[in-house]
């Protein structure tokens, strides 16, 4: 879709524009972004190609390979996704979309075959685009370190208190503890992938431990999680791999994260002395998403896992209709929750593209050829959902580094205080490294607000040379000439810029209208001093 540039004043000088909303004039609100006031960093927004879904990328012919690599990794033209999830391998074989393990049994050598199901293609195409965050995590251990002798179906690792004794293990007799043996392994697949050039940041050694599935899955407390995560530092240190930082503990859903990290601290009171990342995912739960920060000890939390999959909905090109699971609008407002209510600092939706439709990827890429009416056969047509346009609004202009930062409300008018009040009219705020500012804007009310005012407050404490303190505020503090950049997605149009080049008003502020249910993003940039 090409761009559509429709400055913002004109939109505020002729309200009969915006010809599909209800008296637009009548709803306004104001803001304050605070600069000073900050919350976290945030480490960036990905997904995941595990369990070959990769090979949906991959097996694109061009020039649809390109295009689906630009959609998710292209800054410019794409979402600039900045973390890629790589799964680590259990099964003892590729069957169906088996992730095949480097050690299948005791009796074989660690052999990696480089190619991982296909992710260290799409990771290599990654870095490509300047992706330097990649994150690995095993869903399971092999089968043959299970208390079930198996990689799905649960089980747990032999040696974790409280099992590896019990009858009916796999653990032999009298049984033995595969701790150290798992957490050697972990540290060698992670030391194959640095060799070959992708550098894992993080790694996690257990998935949704709530589960048994017919899949890759494998059963833990917190307090059994306790008793690997000293193993697997000193595994990681032992190959020079200190550096590389450990996750827990991918639970399901927010609460049972909060259940699994109580159990941790009792049994591993200065968890965050070993881990660098505390791992959720937001499916199930009471609450399944976020409602308070987690108790994390002061590590960054990340939403690793997220997607419409659990409503069995599928993948819809519709942005809103009536907030079902696999809209782009309630995606959008699920980051939001995310970012604001659990102090999030990264978010990674499931799968980027996958054959599946069912599951729900970003781009859905079959890659079955089809007949045209010409007679001849083409292949690798692809569809965006449109959960992809809302995380695209975030990850494109939210980059690595940013911090959120405070958004207070000032007032309303017309019927805009009632938007704020109902939590229809949802903000949040972040200041760049480079220096830029985004106001991400969420309108989930049929009601279209005609102006929102947007102040930017970044108090600078200053010494004359009196030694006086000069306390000045407004954003034109931070440099000499400010321009504000406006994209929207909603019903009409996806991830459009609708104004461009517009100044900062003398106070620091910008307006602009919000279409009803949108996902409107301000960027603001600067001229830095000295530039």
């Known amino acids: 879709m090409h761009p559509i540039i429709s400055p913002a004043w004109l939109w505020l000088l002729h309200p009969f524009l915006v010809h599909a909303q209800t008296e637009p004039q009548t709803y306004r609100a104001s803001f304050t972004v605070n600069l000073v006031q900050r919350y976290q960093t945030i480490d960036g927004f990905g997904f995941c190609e595990a369990f070959q879904r990769a090979h949906s990328i991959s097996n694109l012919p061009q020039p649809f390979q390109n295009e689906v690599l630009d959609l998710l990794f292209n800054t410019t033209t794409g979402a600039g996704f900045s973390i890629f999830r790589v799964g680590l391998g259990s099964s003892e074989d590729s069957r169906g979309d088996h992730m095949n393990s480097p050690q299948p049994s005791p009796d074989i050598e660690f052999h990696w075959d480089g190619y991982d199901s296909g992710q260290v293609w799409v990771a290599k195409q990654a870095q490509r685009y300047g992706v330097e965050t990649f994150y690995a995590d095993a869903w399971s251990a092999p089968g ?16 974790v208190r409280g099992e590896g004794s019990a009858n009916g293990t796999k653990c032999g007799t009298p049984p033995v503890s595969y701790i150290d043996e798992y957490s050697q392994y972990l540290a060698r697949y992670v030391k194959e992938y640095i060799d070959a050039g992708i550098p894992i940041r993080h790694v996690g050694f257990l998935n949704e431990p709530n589960l048994v599935k017919n899949y890759a899955t494998m059963q833990s407390t917190g307090s059994q999680a306790a008793d690997i995560i000293p193993s697997l530092t000193r ?297």
């Open 144 to 159: 043959w370190m299970k208390t079930n002798g198996r990689d799905d179906q649960g089980g747990r690792l032999c040696g």
């Open 235 to 531: 595994a990681l240190s032992k190959l020079n791999l200190a550096t590389v930082g450990i996750s827990c503990c991918e639970a399901q859903g927010w609460s049972m994260a909060r259940d699994l990290l109580t159990q941790l601290s009792s049994a591993l009171p200065n968890f965050s002395s070993y881990l660098s990342i505390v791992t959720t995912h937001t499916y199930k739960g009471s609450p399944p998403g976020p409602d308070i920060p987690l108790e994390t000890q002061g590590l960054p939390t990340w939403v690793s896992e997220i997607s419409p999959i659990m409503d069995r909905l599928g993948l819809t090109t519709t942005w809103y209709l009536n907030h079902a699971e696999n809209e782009g609008l309630r995606n959008a407002i699920n980051i939001h929750e995310a970012l604001t209510k659990g102090n999030a600092s990264a978010y990674i939706y499931w799968i980027g593209a996958g054959q599946s439709k069912a599951e729900a990827p970003f781009i859905w890429a079959p890659n079955r050829p089809e007949r045209v009416s010409s007679g001849g056969i083409v292949g690798g047509r692809y569809t965006i959902g449109s959960t992809y346009w809302a995380s695209a609004h975030f990850s494109r202009f939210i980059r690595s580094g940013a911090r959120r930062v405070e958004v207070r409300q000032e007032m309303t008018g017309g019927r805009g205080g009632s938007l704020v009040e109902e939590g229809t009219l949802l903000l949040s705020a972040y200041d760049n490294l480079d220096g830029s500012v985004v106001v991400q804007v969420i309108n989930n009310s049929d009601v279209a607000v005609g102006e929102i005012e947007v102040e930017l407050w970044d108090q600078l404490v200053r010494f004359g040379s009196d030694g006086k303190r000069d306390v000045s505020r407004g954003l034109e503090m931070r440099g000499q000439d400010c321009e504000v950049e406006t994209w929207v997605t909603d019903n009409e149009r996806r991830f459009v810029v609708v104004a461009s080049g517009e100044k900062l008003w003398r106070d620091g502020s910008f307006r602009g209208p919000l279409p009803a249910r949108s996902l409107t993003t301000y960027v603001v940039r600067c001229v830095q001093w000295g530039s």
